[in-house]
Nanobody, 121 residues
């Protein structure tokens, strides 16, 4: 069984920084894309940033230049460095990864439990 465990959320003032981490554990043969999504109250879940197995990255326009996604394949971990945070970045942030857990080349989507990020003075 595969699990994604997130950490690093919290309360930060506008202009501040946070770093989120998400570690995958369990039966893992390989991981394709890993990413971060967020959902604010009353809004749909949206993609924040994505990094492929080839380390190509993609960002939502609203976070370009402020957030940086990275991954450590040796640790099966993805990170999100968030700088210049704004109140509108407040949301629950979810980690997502497509993982082959059986060597079958079928990559199932897995989600973390979510971590709250609150940007407020």
């Amino acid at each position: 069984q595969v699990q994604l465990v997130e950490s690093g959320g919290g309360l930060v003032q506008p202009g501040g920084s946070l770093r989120l981490s998400c570690a995958a554990s369990g039966s893992i043969f390989s991981i394709l894309a890993m990413g971060w999504y967020r959902q604010a109250p009353g809004n749909e879940r949206e993609l924040v940033a994505l990094v492929t197995s080839a380390f190509r990255t993609n960002y939502a326009d609203s976070v370009k230049g402020r957030f940086t996604i990275s991954r450590d394949n040796a640790k099966n971990t993805v990170y999100l460095q968030m700088n210049s945070l704004r109140p509108e970045d407040t949301a629950v942030y979810y980690c997502n990864a497509r993982i082959d857990g059986s060597g079958s080349y079928y990559y199932a989507p897995y989600w973390g439990q979510g971590t709250q990020v609150t940007v407020s003075s």
